[in-house]
């Protein structure tokens, strides 16, 4: 049995949008996590525009990754 592979930040960003819709319902109620999915709304995996880098990303949502690391 092959150990389970990592995700990278690409294959999670991937994962996020093509659930977004779910994965929006599902956490409605914690607000952190609101900003996030509303980013996430303006990507499609299945066009040919290019994903953000989490760079770009976290300055989208005017966050730092130290925040996004301590859950603030």
Same mark, same amino acid.
């Given at each position: 049995?092959?150990?389970?592979?990592?995700?990278?930040?690409?294959?999670?960003?991937?994962?996020?949008?093509?659930?977004? =819709? $779910?994965?929006?319902?599902?956490?409605?109620?914690?607000?952190?996590?609101?900003?996030?999915?509303?980013?996430l709304k303006n990507y499609d $995996?299945?066009?040919?525009?290019?994903?953000?880098?989490?760079?770009?990303?976290?300055?989208?949502?005017? $966050?730092?990754? =130290?925040?996004?690391?301590?859950?603030?």
């Open positions: 049995m092959e150990p389970p592979k990592k995700l990278g930040y690409r294959d999670l960003l991937r994962n996020l949008i093509c659930e977004n =819709t $779910v994965l929006s319902e599902l956490f409605k109620s914690n607000k952190g996590y609101a900003n996030l999915f509303h980013e $995996v299945n066009d040919n525009n290019p994903l953000p880098l989490q760079k770009e990303l976290l300055e989208r949502m005017d $966050v730092t990754q =130290t925040q996004i690391m301590s859950g603030g």
